[in-house]
């Protein structure tokens, strides 16, 4: 069964780059035609769609965050990635990694990460 | 962006009960249309997609519908299992958008 897990620091000083990992385990990143992507959650507020990367290493970008975003794929380690730049406290959230269908909607989530933005 | 509006924001209901939740889209989104469920603390959850294919695993009480810009998810007898937010999201154009969500809680 395939799962996803987020990974990375869950504390980030303002201004800095937010940076988290998704491992994939129970299956191949590569295989089936799936896209991989990103959603957060600030406290007590609804998703929002932050980007969607493919195996092969095409992004797709919010126009809200494209300026600041950033996702690679590392297929050899099974892993995806996001770095998010100059990040303020409205960054604050708990970021989900999750497989998109081809469709784009997001059939499989991960358990989600806290990520506080403060000094 | 398309923006995606669900109606009400807070439910009660008791176990037993029929609920509808409604999610408008800002234009036509063709069926383009998922819904989650998301208990606190917990990921979301993929219940439908297509506006009314039921995810495999999910119960028959649940069904969704609708067309154009107007869609619901309805509970035909709400158990205890089901008191969560639910979440909308249109698929039909990028940015991929969700809705604000809608608590169903225990009256």
């Known amino acids: 069964q395939l799962q996803l897990q987020e990974s990375g620091p869950g504390l980030v000083k303002p201004s800095e780059t937010l940076s988290l990992t998704c491992s994939v385990s129970g299956g191949s990143i590569g295989s089936g035609n799936y896209y991989w992507g990103w959603v957060r959650q600030p406290p007590g507020k609804s998703l929002e769609w932050i980007g969607t990367i493919q195996s092969s290493g095409s992004t797709y970008y919010s126009p809200s965050l494209q300026s600041r975003v950033t996702l690679s794929v590392d297929t050899s380690r099974n892993q995806f990635s996001l770095k998010l730049t100059s990040v303020t406290a409205a960054d604050t959230a708990v970021y989900y990694c999750?497989?998109?269908?081809?469709?784009?909607?997001?059939?499989?989530w991960g358990r989600g990460t806290l990520v506080t933005v403060s000094s | 962006d398309i923006q995606m509006t669900q109606s009400p924001s807070t439910l009660s209901a008791s176990a037993g009960d029929r609920v509808t939740i409604t999610c408008r889209a800002s234009?036509?989104?063709?069926?383009?249309l998922a819904w989650y469920q998301q208990k606190p603390g917990k990921a979301p959850k993929l219940l439908m997609y297509?506006?009314?294919t039921l995810e495999s695993g999910v119960p028959s009480r649940f069904s969704g519908g609708g067309s154009g810009t107007e869609f619901t998810l309805t509970i035909s007898s709400l158990q205890p299992d089901d008191f969560a937010t639910y979440h909308c999201?249109?698929?039909?154009?990028?940015?991929?958008?969700f809705g604000q969500g809608t608590k169903v809680e225990i009256k």
């Open positions: 999750a497989r998109l269908d081809f469709t784009r909607y997001f059939d499989l």
């Open positions: 234009q036509s989104i063709n069926g383009w």
């Open positions: 297509r506006a009314s």
């Open positions: 999201q249109q698929y039909s154009r990028p940015p991929w958008t």
